[in-house]
């Protein structure tokens, strides 16, 4: 659809300031620590995708995610199990320890996303602790749909449609809530869902949307804190009872400020004072579980020590780029190459791989060989290790720090930015963009909902929204062309 993207480009100093203006105003924001939002950018330049496709790789996510599920439970059940729980911290290694044993299903993951130059979907990481912008990917998407629609001049009573065609993952989410639930009650659907989160999260102004759209599918919904909550045989806020909890609330968070009530809440699933459904899964998010996967692929025993299905194997090397641990030793490379030694092999080719701290979010702790010298490659080199260090001098030290479980290498996923128009409330400006896409999918429910994908883009080849960053519009082939003949209706 690139005669619809020219039209944007041309269009968007025209619209740019509403879109951006309705965006942050639904709640496409990052909130600081005192309470003040700033708007999270978006783009007047989609990205398009045949729907066929979205569920591809929604497809992809799915099998991937069961597959993580079953490689935490193969290395925890093994000799081996201090690989995953030594990355984690106190009480998160606590809360595994408890509840990995009763985890079947997850109602949302999200698989990151690179394209790579050959337009294939290559999956850098997978989050199942939080794997949120459920809300901020529908916010770009449906703003963009409805303020374009109306520039060109859709007819009115018809841009309901297009939204429902489009799809929404925040109904995704939803309808996979309500599934796990189920499941759990024999059929019973929750009353009251409580969106559990600290005060002025970072994304509080997304769960706050979500609460919204719960309220319009259905269920009464709220957003709720942690020293809100009480109950002995219930979870009760302002006297109110909650029979579902969604969590967007990190395990480290408690550390910094202990709640026993919450720990031992969050240490039971699937829930004795209601339905636990995202539970702190933080061992499958731990990037070794991740370099265990690609090593599935070209290890037969260790594919067959953790169950994993020709379904799952297929996906694994269809889009899982070479990863594993990183230390000292003989190993095989990207290409099958013997390697003498992992590390020194490593350092010697910089522009070819990225090493990742195995257990860290937020992308504090990644680094990409062929960014040496970068502003941000020292900013990160400074704040880890105080100061600037060439990659084999990186290497040296990331071999030996076992802090969040050492380090994973990953074979560079080759990309290149993309033009976009970024919007803010004073107009719309052309840049240059590294975009990545993400894929929902649950696992263990009775069927998949309808998951879509977020597309992230930065400047920078490390792509966190929270450090920097703008969402793109994710819109449909048949949307978008529905977009094009309004266009030229005019």
């Known amino acids: 659809m690139n005669e619809l993207l020219e039209v944007l480009r041309f269009q968007a100093p025209k619209f740019g300031a509403e879109l951006a203006k309705t965006a942050y105003q639904r709640g496409l924001a990052v909130t600081q620590k005192d309470g003040t939002t700033i708007p999270i950018p978006v783009t007047a330049t989609p990205v398009i995708l045949d729907a066929a496709e979205i569920r591809r790789r929604s497809e992809l996510a799915a099998r991937l995610g069961s597959a993580t599920l079953k490689m935490g439970d193969a290395v925890l059940n093994g000799a081996s199990s201090e690989v995953l729980l030594g990355a984690l911290s106190p009480l998160e290694r606590s809360i595994a320890e408890r509840t990995w044993k009763q985890l079947a299903r997850l109602p949302n993951t999200r698989v990151d996303f690179f394209v790579n130059t050959a337009n294939q979907p290559r999956a850098l990481e997978i989050n199942t602790t939080i794997p949120a912008m459920q809300g901020y990917s529908d916010i770009a998407a449906r703003t963009f749909l409805e303020v374009v629609a109306r520039h060109f001049g859709y007819p009115e009573k018809a ?7 489009n799809g929404s ?118 990037k070794t579980t991740f370099a265990l996967l690609s090593q599935a692929a070209a290890d037969p025993e260790l594919a067959q020590g953790a169950g994993l299905s020709p379904e799952e194997l297929a996906a694994i090397r269809d889009c899982v780029p070479w990863t594993r641990r990183f230390r000292r030793g003989p190993g095989v490379g990207p290409g099958g190459e013997a390697l003498d030694d992992l590390v020194a092999a490593v350092a010697a080719e910089p522009s070819r791989f990225v090493l990742k701290r195995a257990w860290d979010y937020g992308g504090k702790a990644v680094f990409l060989g062929r960014s040496v ?15 600037p260090l ?48 993400s894929a929902y999918a649950s696992v263990g429910l009775s069927k998949q909902p309808a998951w879509g994908g977020v597309c992230r883009g930065s400047m920078g080849e490390i792509v966190n929204i929270m450090g920097g960053g703008g969402v793109l519009p994710l819109i449909t082939t048949e949307v978008a062309h529905k977009l094009l003949m309004a266009w030229k209706a005019i």
């Not at 010298?373 to 105080?386: F, H, I, W």
């Not at 030290?397 to 802090?403: G, L, Y």
């Open 159 to 165: 841009i309901h449609a297009l939204l429902t065609l």
């Open 169 to 286: 993952n925040a109904l995704a989410l939803y309808r996979a809530l309500l599934d796990g639930y189920a499941l759990e009650r024999r059929g019973k659907l929750p009353d009251t869902i409580a969106l559990l989160c600290r005060r002025n999260d970072a994304q509080i102004t997304e769960l706050r949307y979500l609460a919204e759209r719960f309220r319009e599918f259905g269920a009464d919904a709220d957003v709720v804190h942690p020293d809100e909550v009480s109950g002995d045989d219930a979870f009760i806020v302002n006297g109110k009872k909650y029979d579902l909890v969604y969590r967007h609330l990190f395990v480290r968070r408690l550390e910094e400020t202990p709640s026993p009530w919450l720990e031992d809440f969050l240490a039971t699933v699937p829930g004795r004072k209601a339905v636990f459904l995202n539970p702190p899964s933080t061992h499958m998010e731990v």
């Open 373 to 387: 010298g970068s502003v941000p490659y020292n900013e990160r080199t400074q704040a880890l290790y105080g100061g």
């Open 390 to 437: 060439t990659w084999p001098e990186l290497c040296e030290r990331a071999a030996t720090d076992t802090t969040g479980g050492g380090f994973v290498v990953q074979e560079l996923v080759q990309t290149t930015p993309e033009d976009h128009f970024v919007c803010t409330e004073s107009g719309a400006l052309p840049t240059s963009f590294y975009v990545d896409y």
